[in-house]
């Protein structure tokens, strides 16, 4: 165990179940829950891709309890085996508050809830977990409320925004970005119900699933355009969950379009490629299969081997090994990517 | 000019004015457009980047006629300039007829039109130029009447689809791609309203316009998984006007992906990335700034220099010079992308 590097893995779902949250949520919230049987829309229409959904089976408790629902499950099977320093915790409660279109309240009073559990029964029974704040975006100052209220707890990382129907670089939301760089947390992306195509789901989920990359560019893209990081130079965001191949296309893009277009946008002031280096870091899962030399062909096309953190996905179907998603790196670089880059990009853990 | 290597350029946008197209319209929707000045729907909220709009500015004629409406202005500028070999008209009526939302009958009027215009002033007033089918494919079958019509015509050499509000890949339009192979032509696909997201559009031009190729991403992932290439294995699209270096990311994505959840779709017999270098090429424009090194990266990680196919996208403001847009290649990889690939996936140029 002791040759193994430290890993920080940026990207674990841990699950409330309803049950779980009602101990934290205020009324009228909690009797809609407990006695309408009242659950948040979900739209997803395809047969999933394993006996657990979206998850590995194997992660699913002996009790038959949802994968992520328990501490000491999650410990074993994944903390202790792996041998992690830390685990970011970016939550599954179906589907984001942010992503619920109507009944802010609702969906506030559930992130609230959301994150009180979190932090009493994840953040604070193990030294290896961090957490992130969940709140309902679309009721901005809401969200902002919450960001001021548990924003300052040592193990939070992040605001969790989902990426569904809103684009996050609109000015509306701007004092979001501002409260969480206030805060000394990053914004945390990770793909909800997109891509769907002009609203409408394509036939497969193999279709859907193959094209979250391109829910990840776009957002990128919303950002950097709208003038995100002008603004709010020290925030960082980390796209969690959409993978890396992307990423020199979209340098390449964005650059290219800066030059011929800049004057519509002149609250831009540096080339995107920079402002992607400075602000943006793409967690690894789902790793393509990379011979080495790809992989270090993606690194080069980047110009830096500072913008990818590991992630495990832990407990989706398609987690990502430490061992075994990557190809065999060099040192230097398997540093970076396993716990370096992460290190160097939390504000709360760049002190490590 | 006898050093000049020839060029094949796969996207050419001329242009009809309305009034170009009366004399071929038949009644009623000539008198909609003559007495009633109707025109096609259009959205894009956008200043647009330069004088012409969407246009070079000097590619306007001396008279105010729009760029690509005059057959002499544009052999002077373009094809006598360059010394093209062959020029792909691939059209401009705002939008195309596949993207109106309503009046089918107009729209596939409109595409009878501008094909017979097209054929009189254009493919028969040059050699060097070749067309594209024009169709109304919201009206499934009457986009299969047009190609059956003027699919024989020996200078058409694609159908051309726009990427809209339609997923090309659902088998409902699938009969526009066996009437497509059967006549010979292949697949021609251009963007036209997306990416917008969720139906909305992006704040700037510069958002939408960095965003295309994602969805260009989309449709050739769309194609695939719905089993396009199965049931019609000689038919091949090329994908117009979305540039290249995205494609090395979806190869691998596509892959991947396919050996997860391949169960799903056990109508795909191959690998997605034998799929796509069988049945796929991408035109070079809009060429990103390339290092020869970057640009041989691409191509390495594609596995082939045969799925690139040059293009100027004249006379558009972000045209692609053959002498300037792209790096200083091997002579065999010029000739492959300036010539030699695109005459061998157009299955009426391959005997050229």
């Not at 040759?3 to 205020?26: F, M, W």
């Not at 001021?148 to 996050?168: A, T």
């Not at 603004?231 to 969950?241: A, S």
């Not at 964005?254 to 004057?263: P, T």
Request: with cysteine.
């Amino acid at each position: 165990m002791s040759q193994r590097i430290p890993i920080v893995d940026a990207d674990i779902h841990e699950r409330a179940q309803y049950e779980d949250l009602l101990a934290y949520l205020d009324e009228p919230f909690r009797s809609y829950i407990k006695d309408c049987n009242w659950i948040q829309e979900k739209h997803m229409p395809y047969v999933q891709p394993t006996v657990a959904g979206l998850d590995r089976a194997d992660a699913v408790l002996p009790d038959g309890s949802p994968a992520g629902s328990n501490l000491h499950f999650m410990q074993e099977q994944l903390l202790d085996d792996i041998g992690h320093e830390i685990g970011i915790l970016t939550g599954a409660l179906d589907p984001s508050p942010s992503s619920m279109h109507g009944w802010y309240e609702m969906a506030a009073a559930l992130a609230t809830a959301y994150n009180d559990w979190q932090i009493e029964n994840w953040l604070e029974k193990d030294e290896r977990i961090y957490g992130s704040v969940h709140v309902a975006a679309q009721d901005r100052d809401a969200a902002i409320k919450e960001i001021e209220r548990v924003g300052n707890h040592p193990k939070m990382l992040q605001v969790m925004l989902p990426m569904d129907d809103i684009m996050w670089g609109d000015p509306y939301y701007h004092p979001v970005f501002e409260a969480a760089e206030k805060h000394d947390l990053i914004i945390g992306m990770h793909h909800n119900e997109p891509p769907v195509y002009y609203g409408k789901w394509p036939r497969y989920f193999i279709e859907w699933h193959s094209m979250i990359s391109t829910t990840h560019m776009k957002q990128v893209t919303n950002m950097i355009f709208n003038g995100v990081f002008e603004k709010y130079p020290n925030l960082g965001v980390m796209m969690i969950e959409g993978g890396f191949t992307f990423v020199p296309h979209l340098m390449w893009k964005l650059d290219q379009q800066y030059r011929d277009l800049r004057n519509e946008v002149p609250w831009v002031k540096e080339k995107p490629s920079n402002i992607m280096k400075k602000h943006f870091r793409f967690t690894t899962q789902p790793a393509e299969e990379l011979t080495k030399k790809e992989f270090m062909s993606i690194i080069e096309q980047m110009g830096t081997d500072e913008m990818l953190c590991f992630s495990t996905d832990y407990p989706h179907f398609d987690y990502d090994s430490p061992t075994r998603s990557l190809p065999n790196l060099d040192s230097d670089l398997k540093e970076k990517l396993f716990y370096k880059n992460a290190r160097a990009f939390y504000p709360k853990l760049s002190n490590r």
